[in-house]
C-alpha cells in the first residue's frame, strides 16, 4: 500500500517553454501533498504543499508564479514549472499522505529529472 | 525553528556487519515523529522506520532499529546483517505539524 506515482519520470525542453509533471496516489486518497526539489548530493528541499481543492502554500524564496501547484482530486497533484530556464533543472520530488494511513507519514513518488537546455 | 543534524557525511561496513548512523535534532515541541528514509541510486525515497515521539519503546523493522533518546534528541539507526541492497543515502527528518525536515543525509557504502 501507500504507492505514489510521478509522470514524465525524466524531462527535456527548451528554455521558455512550460513543464507539467504529475503526481499521484494510486492506492490511497491524499489529503495533503508535498512537492520537493532535490539537488544533486543534497538534501531534499520543500518547495510548497497542496490540501484538496485549496491553493498552495508556498515555501519562502520560492515563486508560486513560477511553479504552479493544481490538486485537484484527492489522487492527483500537478506542478506545472511555466517559462523554464536552465536553472530550474533538477529533480523534483512529490510526496502525500492521506486517508487510511498514518497521518504524519509522507510517501514519495520515483522524482522526476528535469533538464532545460 | 527544527533542526536535523547528521554528522557522518558517508559511513562504510562490510556486509553481514552492523553500522549505527546517527541523527541528532532541536526543538521545542514535545509531540512530533522522526523518521528514516533511505534513497538508493534509483532515488526513490523509501520510509525504512518511523517513531512517535511519546512512545518509549524503539522502533524495529526487520534489520533495522532506532535508538531513541528524547531528552538527548537524539535518533540513530542501526542496520544489523547489512547486506549490499542497504547500499543508499539515508535521510533523517522530523515532524511535528504537516512539514518534513530533514538531515543533510549519509552516504552508506556496504562492501562485499
Known amino acids: 500500500g501507500a504507492v505514489v506515482s510521478q509522470h514524465p519520470s525524466w524531462v527535456i525542453c527548451k528554455s521558455g517553454t512550460s513543464v507539467k509533471i504529475e503526481c499521484r496516489s494510486l492506492?490511497?486518497?491524499?489529503?495533503?501533498m508535498f512537492w520537493y526539489r532535490q539537488f544533486p548530493k543534497q538534501s531534499l528541499m520543500l518547495m510548497a504543499t497542496?490540501?484538496?481543492?485549496?491553493?498552495?502554500?508556498?515555501e519562502q524564496g520560492v515563486e508560486k508564479d513560477k511553479f504552479l501547484i493544481n490538486h485537484a482530486s484527492l489522487t492527483l497533484s500537478t506542478l506545472t514549472v511555466t517559462s523554464a530556464h536552465p536553472e530550474d533543472s533538477s529533480f523534483y520530488i512529490c510526496?502525500?499522505?492521506?486517508?487510511?494511513?498514518?497521518?504524519?507519514?509522507?510517501?514519495f513518488g520515483p522524482g522526476t529529472r528535469l533538464t532545460v537546455l | 525553528a527544527q533542526t536535523v543534524t547528521q554528522s557522518q557525511p558517508e559511513m562504510s561496513v562490510q556486509e553481514a556487519e552492523t553500522v549505527t548512523l546517527s541523527c541528532t535534532y532541536d526543538?521545542?515541541?514535545?509531540?512530533?515523529?522522526l523518521f528514516w528514509y533511505k534513497q538508493p541510486p534509483s532515488r526513490q525515497m523509501i520510509l525504512v522506520i518511523r517513531?512517535?515521539?511519546?512512545?518509549?519503546q524503539n522502533a524495529t523493522e526487520n534489520r533495522f532499529s532506532v535508538n531513541f533518546q528524547k531528552a538527548a534528541k537524539s535518533f540513530s539507526l542501526k542496520i544489523s546483517d547489512s547486506q549490499l541492497g542497504d547500499a543508499a543515502m539515508y535521510f533523517c527528518?522530523?515532524?511535528?505539524?504537516?512539514?518534513?525536515?530533514f538531515g543533510k543525509g549519509t552516504s552508506l557504502l556496504v562492501t562485499p
Open positions: 510526496s502525500a499522505r492521506g486517508i487510511g494511513l498514518y497521518t504524519d507519514t509522507q510517501y
Open positions: 492506492d490511497f486518497q491524499a489529503t495533503t
Open positions: 497542496s490540501n484538496e481543492g485549496s491553493k498552495a502554500t508556498y
Open positions: 526543538t521545542s515541541e514535545s509531540d512530533y515523529y
Open positions: 517513531q512517535e515521539a511519546y512512545k518509549q
Open positions: 527528518a522530523f515532524c511535528a505539524g504537516y512539514a518534513l525536515n
